[in-house]
């Protein structure tokens, strides 16, 4: 996912999470300056700021941003972004470290990118350029380089600028913007929107502001800029991340007050408490529910196994722990189901030569299916550390979910087997509520086989609600839309 941060005085602004916070903490500040604030990069009004950032109410990082001339070609500017967010979960200091040098032209377009990234030690690295209509580049990661190619069907700019965009076109209130922009950490192209929705006063900030709507990959953010261009105050997923300007020691001290910080802020705000317990929830074999909260109610085509259907602002979902099933049109596109990806490099000499190992004689899908979950169980521990790839699990031997299912894919996948990385929830009994979860599916002769390698499950237990296809982060921003925002009412359970 993409990103954000703040100030140890504005920790009340979570406040904000609440309905009508913006009514109440957050005033109008009468008519704007008779001329909207708007600046070019030749007289940009500030060369660098540092943010702090709050997550759920816990200190967790900063990030720094330089806006300044290119030494390597006139009328070019680099926009350099640095982050360190710190977070605890289920015990474990998880850091995820962000560089990125991005060159723009004077009109703040795209020209050319370097950006780097380490997530708990998985390091992603992403190089390349914008030339005649095509964003072009390399990505390594574990010695592993892949190509990257996205046609353009206009402009692009980097995800950096688009908190330069509406000083740089001017904070006229009333103003929209939509264009293209490149992400990173998804590695897509995308459409941004924006608009300099109102001119505010408010206790957390002492200058008058203009108030700054956006939109990007399925999130959106509310940003408050001075007269001077200056992000002064952001709020992201309904004020659960925050944002704002801050001095570089102020920023900096939010790392030291994290280490002490024992609270799991990423359980507490994806966790979802349904309205009555689940007895039993690894045996259970049928599972009827309502989920609501996301007004798009995007999930998963329905199968045989988990049929949703839309009822006025919620969806009726029955789950059943099925052993095997196909649905009309199955298998589909089992040979894209096949690729090698960033994620799951099943093409790669390493995988493929676990994968030889692993399945020895076997030549049927399901013994080899049984012989992966074996290993998998012996060799790979379940810890809360995040993985680029099926690559960093093999070489840390250590992955939460997600790493599970990257690895398992790339090994099935290495063997012929197609299978695919599903995201959605999954019940905890610790935690008394679903937590998001991914696990696999494979296709075996004439159906598909849920296999769960970080519960160690096959089939999948009826907890286990389908929301997203996909192991590429751009195939992960339709759970922006249920993440904080999920109910489930459990309607019937059946052992």
């Known amino acids: ?124 690295a992403i190089e390349g350029e914008v030339a005649g209509g095509m964003l072009t580049g390399r990505i390594e990661n574990a010695g592993r380089m892949t190509d990257l190619a996205l046609k353009l069907d206009g402009p692009v700019y980097p995800a950096s600028a688009v908190t330069l965009i ?159 099933w196909s649905a009309p049109g199955d298998p589909p596109a089992l040979r894209q189901i096949l690729r090698d990806s960033l994620p799951v490099p099943s093409d790669d000499a390493r995988i493929r030569t676990l994968a030889r190992e692993i399945g020895g004689e076997r030549t049927d899908p399901s013994q080899q299916i049984d012989a992966l979950m074996t290993w998998m169980r012996a060799n790979v521990r379940k810890e809360a550390a995040d993985a680029v790839s099926a690559l960093d699990v093999l070489r840390t031997r250590s992955a939460e979910c997600q790493g599970h299912a990257f690895l398992f894919a790339a090994l099935a996948r290495a063997l012929g087997i197609p299978t695919r990385v599903v995201n959605g929830v999954v019940y905890s009994s610790q935690h008394g509520g679903f937590l998001y979860h991914a696990w696999n599916e494979s296709w075996i002769g004439d159906g598909w086989v849920s296999v769960d390698t970080t519960l160690d499950q096959r089939p999948a237990d009826a907890t286990h609600i389908k929301l997203v296809y996909g192991e590429n982060a751009a195939d992960l921003v339709a759970l922006a839309g249920w993440v904080g925002k999920m109910q489930i009412r459990v309607r019937d359970q059946s052992p």
């Open 1 to 124: 996912m993409p990103s954000a941060i703040r100030s140890l005085a504005y920790v009340a602004v979570l406040l904000c999470v609440l309905p009508g916070c913006t009514s109440l903490y957050f005033k109008d500040a009468g008519a704007p300056p008779a001329t909207a604030p708007q600046y070019s990069l030749a007289d940009w009004p500030y060369t660098e700021y540092w943010t702090g950032i709050i997550f759920n109410g816990e200190k967790v990082g900063y990030a720094h941003v330089q806006v300044r001339p290119s030494t390597e070609r006139p009328d070019t500017y680099e926009i350099r972004s640095r982050s360190l967010l710190r977070i605890r979960m289920l015990g474990f200091d998880k850091r995820i470290a962000l560089e990125s040098v991005d060159r723009v032209g004077k009109d703040l377009t795209l020209d050319d990118f370097s950006h780097h990234y380490d997530i708990d030690g998985s390091r992603l």
């Open 166 to 324: 509406p000083v740089h076109r001017g904070l006229r209130i009333g103003a929209k913007h939509e264009y293209l922009v490149f992400s990173g950490q998804t590695q897509s192209v995308a459409l941004a929107t924006q608009e300099v929705a109102a001119y505010e006063k408010s206790e957390f900030f002492e200058e008058r502001a203009y108030r700054v709507s956006s939109g990007f990959l399925g999130l959106t953010s509310t940003t408050w800029f001075s007269d001077g261009g200056l992000p002064l105050l952001e709020l992201g997923l309904g004020g659960v991340i925050i944002s704002a300007i801050s001095t570089e020691e102020r920023a900096k001290g939010f790392i030291a007050s994290t280490a002490l910080n024992k609270d799991e802020a990423i359980i507490e705000f994806s966790l979802v408490k349904p309205d009555g317990a689940i007895e039993n929830p690894r045996t259970l074999r049928r599972l009827e529910v309502s989920l609501s909260g996301n007004p798009a109610l995007t999930i998963v085509a329905s199968d045989p196994r988990q049929q949703c259907l839309r009822s006025g602002a919620a969806l009726h979902c029955e789950i059943r722990a099925e052993a095997k």
